[in-house]
């Protein structure tokens, strides 16, 4: 931060369903990057050049009596929350307020945090930062105003050794789910039946909780990219995609694999998987420190270009033709590859950044043919190496004979 500067940032809100229920909670993830607070109802206030040492760190959460005991639990005392975090100066948020009037005297900029991710936006929405937005600067409208996110996009793409241990264990129950799935998977199958498979294992296992919504798309569904409704039912001749991550101390996993409903691959999609495999080990070996994202995706689309000729869906006379600005294989294949991962499944970062090591970021190609019922995707999660990268996805099954042979068990 900028010298004499506050950073306030926010938990998330418990969202409600609709009568006295509520959904599960997520924490604001910047808060739980810096922290490690879990739980609802927290505010971190950080201040470097405060006069009191005490004062440059103040974690405030909500307070435990007997009332809350008794109807919602435990929460955090505040000699937990100082120990999970470090944080020595921990107040009950009903002193916020008066905290950042003392402060706000002696500051002149506020930090504030807010959702600017690319994939989502909360603009239909009021949040619990966009009310701190709005009271600091009603409270104090001559102050200055930075971005938070300025800071912690810079800080979380690059990895701690802690935080790739989480995502190899949310890895671990990912591959668990799915060797349970593929002795699930038979002809006439519903695709929830499935998606159930992988929910037992993530809570049998300790996950925190689905990285997303579960992709189980059999047949013309998996040429929907973001379908999950899970209803369909697996007919005999299919194939099956499976998107899905598991969420652990909230760190995530992002995998896809595709298997036949009958536990063969016939000719055709035996072909086409086998091009989206190709497009994966060849264009794994792109994921390096110092390469920018866009000269990356170039080369994928030319792997990918180069399988659509093989399959005989794309002919080289159309790709001398094509125009640049709608290039032909975007019929098959309209989506990029890699993304960062980590506290989100779509984890903040600049893409004009140079990749670096430390990294972790998926590869996920795929091959998408409505007019066959085919549609195939696959992704691994790579952590980026010193001269290359480490493929935290290899214990995932992933090869043809691999897939079927377990299939048979």
């Known amino acids: 931060m900028t010298s004499n500067a506050i950073a306030i940032l926010s938990s998330n809100d418990v969202m409600p369903t609709n009568c006295d229920d509520v959904m599960g909670f997520a924490q604001n993830n910047d808060l739980f990057y810096l922290s490690g607070i879990d739980q609802d109802e927290t505010i971190l206030l950080l201040y470097p050049d405060a006069f ?85 600067k009603e409270k104090y409208p001559l102050h200055h105003y930075d971005r938070v996110a300025k800071i912690t996009r810079q800080l979380r793409p690059v990895k701690s050794d802690e935080e790739v241990e989480l995502i190899k264990k949310a890895i671990s129950i990912s591959i668990k789910g799915f060797k349970r799935l593929l002795k699930a998977v038979r002809p006439n199958s519903k695709e929830y039946e499935l998606e159930a498979e992988l929910t037992y294992e993530l809570i049998k296992n300790g996950g925190t909780r689905q990285a997303f919504k579960p992709i189980v798309a059999s047949g013309k569904n998996a040429c929907a990219l973001h379908y999950n409704s899970n209803d369909g039912i697996c007919q005999d001749g299919d194939m099956i995609l499976v998107d899905f991550g598991v969420c652990y101390g909230n760190y995530n996993s992002d995998t896809t694999r595709c298997v036949p409903v009958n536990g063969k691959f016939s000719p055709r999609q035996r072909a086409v998987y086998q091009s989206v495999l190709n497009c994966l080990k060849e264009g794994s070996k792109l994921l390096k420190p110092g390469v920018l994202s866009s000269d990356y995706e170039k080369q994928m689309a030319s792997l990918v270009e180069k399988e659509l000729i093989e399959l005989g869906l794309i002919t080289r006379k159309e790709l001398v033709s094509q125009n640049p600005d709608a290039p032909v294989y975007k019929k098959y294949f309209m989506h990029g590859t890699a993304h960062y991962l980590g506290l989100d499944v779509h984890d903040v970062g600049l893409y004009s950044r140079p990749f670096e090591k430390g990294m972790v970021l998926t590869c996920e190609p795929g091959i998408y043919i409505p007019e066959e019922g085919i549609g195939c995707r696959l992704e691994n999660d790579l952590l980026l190496t010193e001269n290359g990268n480490y493929n935290l996805t290899g214990a995932l099954p992933i090869e043809i004979e691999e897939i079927e042979f377990l299939m048979k068990q």
Do not use: P
């Open 52 to 136: 009191k040492e005490e004062n440059r760190a103040i974690l405030f959460v909500k307070e435990v009596s007997e009332h809350t005991k008794l109807w919602e639990g435990d929460f955090l005392t505040k000699a937990e929350v100082s120990k999970i975090s470090g944080v020595k100066n921990v107040k009950w948020i009903t002193e916020f307020e008066k905290t950042v009037q003392l402060f706000a005297f002696e500051a002149d900029i506020f930090y504030l945090g807010h959702n600017e991710h690319i994939k989502r936006v909360t603009s239909k929405m009021t949040t619990r930062q966009d009310r701190m937005i709005q009271w600091c």
